[in-house]
């Protein structure tokens, strides 16, 4: 059964820095590989996904994704205090997508 | 702007009830799922649904069942409540049929069992 981990489980950064958050999932098969971001109180939302290696940027955000590895991760360039939230990583399995184990980010001014 | 509605947003209710939560899209999507996420925000797949199939978790226990009217609604019945039922239900849509594609949730329903 697809493991779908992250790390770290939570993380306090200042307002300005680089933000890395990673995803380890346990099936070869899958095919596509997602972040989602979860604001206190409210509904997880699609940031950005991935179906090959290698990376893609959108903004402020980049996804980056080692198939071999069974690896991806999300980068946040210049993180802002309202970029607060849970993030949840998911991985397609069969015929739904599992989610990771979330990692808290807090960004402090 | 939301798209994927839940209804009702919280519900306090003893154990042994039976409860019903409801969820609707307007955005045409062909699938619909129900997720669990635990006080840990661990989220679980509980179902999901298209016009053609239902696929359930084999460890959804039994008294849990989805209702669906049309694509557009995937309600969630629990039929006699148990502690650990506590938790917010998360709905959501995708366009197709296929797991590789974004999923639109709902802001969830908060459910606490006495």
């Known amino acids: 059964q697809q493991k779908v981990q992250q790390s770290p489980e939570s993380l306090i950064v200042p307002e300005g820095a680089m933000t890395s958050l990673n995803c380890t999932f346990s099936?070869?098969?899958?095919?596509?590989f997602a972040w989602y971001r979860q604001h206190s109180g409210k509904a997880p939302k699609a940031l950005m996904s991935?179906?090959?290696?290698g990376e893609k940027e959108e903004g402020r955000f980049t996804i980056h994704l080692n198939k071999a590895s069974l690896h991806f991760s999300l980068h946040i360039r210049d993180s802002q205090p309202s970029d607060s939230a849970l993030y949840l990583c998911?991985?397609?399995?069969?015929?739904?997508?599992?989610f990771g184990t979330g990692t808290k980010l807090q960004v402090v001014p | 702007e939301t798209a994927v509605f839940q209804t009702p947003n919280y519900h306090v209710t003893q154990v042994g009830n039976e409860v019903s939560f409801n969820c609707k899209q307007t955005?045409?999507?062909?699938?619909m799922y129900w997720y669990k996420q635990d006080s840990k925000k661990l989220l679980k797949i509980m179902f999901s649904?298209?016009?053609?199939?239902?696929?359930v978790n084999e460890t959804v226990p039994r008294r849990f069942s989805p209702q669906s009217s049309d694509k557009a609604h995937l309600n969630l019945r629990i039929k006699s409540v148990e502690p650990e039922d506590s938790a917010v239900y998360l709905c959501?849509?995708?366009?197709?049929?296929?797991?590789?594609?974004?999923?639109?949730f709902g802001s969830g329903t908060r459910l606490t069992v006495l």
């Open positions: 959501a849509s995708s366009p197709g049929v296929t797991s590789a594609e974004t999923l639109y």
């Open positions: 099936d070869s098969a899958s095919q596509y």
């Open positions: 991935i179906f090959s290696n």
């Open positions: 998911a991985v397609n399995s069969g015929t739904y997508q599992r």
């Open positions: 955005l045409g999507h062909d699938t």
């Open positions: 649904y298209n016009n053609k199939q239902l696929i």
